[in-house]
Every structure is written in structure tokens, then in C-alpha cells.
């Protein structure tokens, strides 16, 4: 990424409509009605299972997790066509694959309330267990999940909705919840998306129609609030779910409003920050940084973005 860069989109062959989407090895893997693989490369999308898939997923030991209805599912490669119940009554914002002090399986967040870490079973046949990693006791849903060492200690600790928890020792022992900040006032206030910047936490109220957008530096005791850097626009960002960082920039795209952009902000020598727009006139949900540009997608499709520095 370029100060100061002229940017070109170059849509990428893919089904409209769908709700959710992950990146892997070139592949993105996309959902909603059906679930289809698309080379990031041009080549020919690919359905690799039917049903009526939410937004949130996650690839996991070769295969995906999703959600159908209110049951959990795990899909296996290479069919993806005879899904496995992980659980049922649950209502995912976010899933992710982690490892958690020895054990592999898929972080979720759940109704807004919970952090499950559930683990395979032996028996493929049988419901995955879970580990309660946390209860929220708030006003406001949280959502918005990244697993990252905090603390330093060497232990994967978490970033979910306006907190940092951290991890025990050993699997069993209880999590510790920490603010980073108080963004509580509204039912969906804390309904985020995250992404690391460096050090620093980028946080977006991703279901606000007005949202706010910050950066968070952490402080050299993460376990106060952290300092907050609000980023301003004209107008403010409107439901802003694709979000992706790098070392020292990130990338927000909105998802509602009459001309919706997705923006580049880049934090300059001087500690502030430099917005451009990169594209307008089409919502997007999700977003990847790639070694050259980057990748977004919404409900129209994927696209892949170019950037040439401004003669």
C-alpha cells in the first residue's frame, strides 16, 4: 500500500447475493444460497454444496463451518455435501478456527452474550463439545473476534466486542475480561468489526447506520481502557462491516447508504490519520489485504482492487 494511490477494480466472476465469505490459498470461499468456491485467479466458481447458509463461517480442518438455520454444522472436504451438526440453538456473529492452550476447534460468538470454544468429538457422529470462554454481562450485543497475545505471556488470548479476555494457563482455568473501551450506550453499540493495525485495534460499529470509527492504542497496562484516536468522515460511516489492516493502514467499506464507499485510512508520521475513497456505488461486506492491492466482497460479488502510485 501507497500514499496517494489511483486505484482500479476488476470484478471477479462470482454469484450475487450471498451473505458470507472466507479467504483461503487463493480461493474464496462464499455462502448464502449455496456454498461455491471461486479462484481469486479468474478461474470458474464452483458449488460445492446447497441449503440456506447465515453470514457467519469459518474454514476449518480443510473444511468450513456454517450456520443453517439454528444448527451449527461442520461440511468436510472435498464433498461439503453431508453436513455434521455441531450444535443446535445457536445464533452466531463471528467464527473463527483456533488453537486455545492445546486444543483446536472453532471460536463463535453467540447471541450476542458468549464466547464458545467448541472441539471435535471423537465420534463424528456426535455433537462437538464447548468450552465457555466467557459471559457478557452488558446493555449493549457484542461481536467483532480476533485471536491475539495481549499480554505478551504466550498465551492466545481474545479480542471480542469492547473487550480483551485473557487466557488462563490451562484450558480448564477461568478467562479474565478486560474493557479496551465503553462503547455500551445503544443495544447494538458494541456490535463491531475489529481488525489489529500493529499494536493497535481498529474498531468500526458495524450495525450502526451512523457508526463510529477509532483506533485504539494500547496502553503499557493493557488492562485499562486503552486511547482511543476517533476518525471522522463525511458523512459518517454507514453499517460498516468490511474492515481489513495492515502495519500502519486499514481499509473500511460501508454497507448501506445511497453510495456506499470503501475507504483507505493511513496513519501518517505525523499520529493522525489520511482517508481516500478507493470505490463508491457498491456495498461490500468483507475484505482482504493482498500482497499487491486487495480483495472485497458483497452482495454483488467479488472484486479485486490495484493500486498505482500517482505519477
Same mark, same amino acid.
Given at each position: ?49 446447497? /441449503? ?5 463461517? =469459518?474454514?476449518?480442518?480443510? /473444511?468450513?463451518? &456454517?450456520?443453517?438455520?439454528?444448527? &451449527? ?21 463471528? =467464527? ?63 479480542? =471480542? ?132 492491492? &486487495?480483495?472485497?466482497? /458483497? ?13
Amino acid at each position: 500500500m501507497q500514499k496517494g494511490t489511483l486505484w482500479q477494480a476488476h470484478p471477479i466472476a462470482s454469484p450475487e447475493g450471498l451473505r458470507g465469505a472466507a479467504l483461503r490459498e487463493g480461493n474464496v470461499y462464499l455462502w448464502g444460497d449455496g456454498l461455491y468456491r471461486v479462484p481469486v485467479n479468474q478461474g470458474p466458481s464452483q458449488r460445492l454444496a446447497s /441449503g440456506s447458509f447465515g453470514p457467519a463461517g =469459518c474454514l476449518y480442518d480443510g /473444511g468450513i463451518v &456454517l450456520q443453517t438455520g439454528e444448527d &451449527l454444522v461442520f461440511l468436510a472436504a472435498p464433498r461439503f455435501d453431508r453436513p455434521r451438526r455441531i450444535d443446535s440453538g445457536v445464533d452466531a456473529a463471528d =467464527c473463527q478456527a483456533a488453537r486455545l492452550l492445546g486444543h483446536n476447534g472453532v471460536l463463535v460468538t453467540h447471541r450476542g452474550l458468549q464466547v464458545r470454544h467448541y472441539t471435535p468429538p471423537e465420534d463424528s457422529a456426535t455433537r462437538w463439545p464447548y468450552r465457555e470462554i466467557y459471559s457478557f454481562y452488558t446493555a449493549s450485543y457484542q461481536a467483532g473476534l480476533i485471536v491475539s497475545d495481549v499480554d505478551g505471556d504466550g498465551h492466545p488470548d481474545l479480542f =471480542c466486542g469492547n473487550y480483551w479476555i485473557r487466557s488462563p494457563e490451562a484450558y480448564e482455568l477461568p478467562w479474565r475480561l478486560f474493557a479496551i473501551n465503553t462503547w455500551n450506550e445503544e443495544p447494538l453499540s458494541a456490535r463491531v468489526r475489529l481488525a489489529l493495525m500493529g499494536r493497535s485495534l481498529v474498531v468500526a460499529q458495524g450495525a450502526m447506520r451512523q457508526a463510529r470509527l477509532a483506533v485504539f492504542d494500547r496502553p503499557a497496562d493493557p488492562t485499562q481502557l486503552w486511547k482511543e484516536h476517533r476518525l471522522e468522515s463525511e458523512p459518517p460511516p454507514r453499517q460498516p462491516q468490511a474492515l481489513a489492516a495492515g502495519p500502519d493502514f486499514f481499509v473500511l467499506g460501508e454497507s448501506a447508504g445511497p453510495d456506499p464507499r470503501l475507504m483507505l485510512w493511513q496513519r501518517h508520521s505525523a499520529g493522525g490519520f489520511r482517508m481516500s475513497v478507493i470505490h463508491r456505488g457498491r456495498p461490500f461486506t468483507h475484505a482482504w489485504v493482498l500482497n499487491r492491492g &486487495l480483495l472485497a466482497f /458483497g452482495p454483488g460479488g467479488l472484486m479485486r482492487f490495484e493500486g498505482s502510485p500517482i505519477q
